[in-house]
């Protein structure tokens, strides 16, 4: 049995990681899922146990039902309670809105949005259970402003903050909150390929952003903030004001 337990998807790599070592930091036992690095993710579960939590790496695809809900089911197997979730795990498939396949579509709709309704539903079971606990959605500045060449990822983004507010609304007098981050441009693997030095100019702060620049927001909304939920907070070194 855990005291303190947080589900961190897609958190072997960038983003998801770093939200895993704020929150051990946090005192929280983590489990770490990932869709197929298993490297990746030993060695996250390695040096969380680094830092004096329990940790375990936990393989399932978000972006399919029955696996997030067999997911969710072997974290509680393991630890007995989810005290906090973010909703992480997300890919890219950039193109064109007028030459974007189905499949891409698809993909990137399924990974970065169904999973959110896949993994939290039985996380809010277990949540409700506890009369406690909090999510955190990895939504984007995208999802906010839109953006040509990511008409698929922009839409899963800006459902992410709708499914925020709802779930904030509906989960408030359960004592669950809610909230979003909407990263800016992010160093993670995500954005290797992307000639980034080009953005900086935009950007008021003059830098890309950290994964540990957004795992501090997320320990804020997650642990810290206690009368705050349904807000989408943008970390993104001010580069949508
Ligand atoms: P990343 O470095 O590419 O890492 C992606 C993570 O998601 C990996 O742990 C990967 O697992 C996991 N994953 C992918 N598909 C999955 C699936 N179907 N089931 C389970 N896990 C899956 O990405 P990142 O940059 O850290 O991004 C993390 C989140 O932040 C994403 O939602 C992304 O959209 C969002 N975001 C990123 C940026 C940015 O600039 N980087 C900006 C705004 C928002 P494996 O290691 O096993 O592949």
């Not at 998801?16 to 197929?36: P, Q």
């Not at 620049?213 to 642990?223: G, S, T, Y």
Request: with cysteine; aromatic share 6%; hydrophobic share 45%.
């Amino acid at each position: 049995m855990s005291e303190k337990l947080a589900l961190i998807t897609g958190a072997s790599r960038g983003i998801g990681k770093a939200c895993a070592i704020e929150l051990a930091k946090a005192g929280y036992d983590i489990a770490v899922n990932y869709a197929g690095n298993v490297d990746a993710a030993n060695k996250t579960v390695e040096e969380l146990k680094a830092l004096g939590v329990q940790a375990e790496a936990f393989k399932f695809d978000v972006s399919n039902h029955e696996e997030a809900q067999k997911g969710v089911e072997a974290v509680l197997e393991k630890f007995g309670r989810i005290d906090v979730l973010v909703n992480n795990a997300g890919i890219t498939r950039d193109g064109l809105f007028m030459r974007m396949s189905d499949e891409n579509w698809n993909a990137v709709i399924n990974t970065n949005l169904s999973s959110a309704f896949y993994v939290s539903q039985p996380v809010v079971k277990i949540m409700m259970k506890q009369r406690s606990g909090s999510i955190v959605n990895m939504s984007s500045v995208v999802g906010v402003s839109g953006n040509a060449g990511q008409a698929n990822y922009s839409a899963a983004k800006a459902g992410l903050i709708g499914l925020t507010k709802t779930l904030a609304k509906e989960l408030g007098s359960r004592g669950i909150r809610v909230n979003a981050i909407a990263p800016g441009f992010i160093n993670t693997d995500m954005t290797k390929d992307l000639d980034t030095s080009k953005f900086t100019d935009f950007i008021p702060l003059k830098r890309l952003g950290e994964p540990e620049d957004i795992a501090k927001a997320v320990k804020f909304l997650a642990v810290d903030a206690d009368y705050v939920t349904g807000q989408v907070l943008e970390v993104d070194g001010g580069l949508i004001i």
